[in-house]
């Protein structure tokens, strides 16, 4: 089970954390990610992080803006964004699978429920 929170609304240039808990059975055994899918367009990967925290994977565009860190004591993985663009407009997706490169190509096994996440310019 994954758990996100975080939905807002902030200006351009602003910043927001999103929070993603999972169930121990997830955080103890998998990579974990975040998509998002902007209104009329298709689900994009945007980040991965290894089951040890230790390797990341960015989508280029947001590279220099996001940071993705995990708690373990809280079993919960956050996605801190910096200056929100209009174009991080989109509902962001917790995602994990047993394998990065699952993550990364959309075939995560779990995915949340989503979280929305609305930049105004």
């Known amino acids: 089970l994954l758990v996100e929170s975080g939905v807002g609304l902030v200006r351009s240039g602003g910043s927001l954390r999103l929070s993603c808990e999972a169930s121990?059975?997830?955080?103890?055994?998998?990579?974990m990610g975040w998509f998002r899918q902007a209104p009329g367009t298709e689900r994009e990967f945007v980040v991965v992080i290894t089951l040890e925290g230790h390797d990341t994977i960015y989508e280029e565009a947001v590279q220099a803006r996001f940071t993705i860190t995990k708690d373990y004591a809280k079993r919960t993985m956050y996605l801190q964004m910096d200056n929100l663009k209009p174009e991080d407009t989109a509902v962001y997706y917790c995602v994990s699978g047993l394998y990065m490169s699952s993550v990364q190509t959309g075939r995560a096994t779990y995915w949340g429920q989503g979280t929305r996440v609305t930049v105004s310019s």
């Open positions: 121990v059975d997830i955080f103890s055994k998998n990579a």
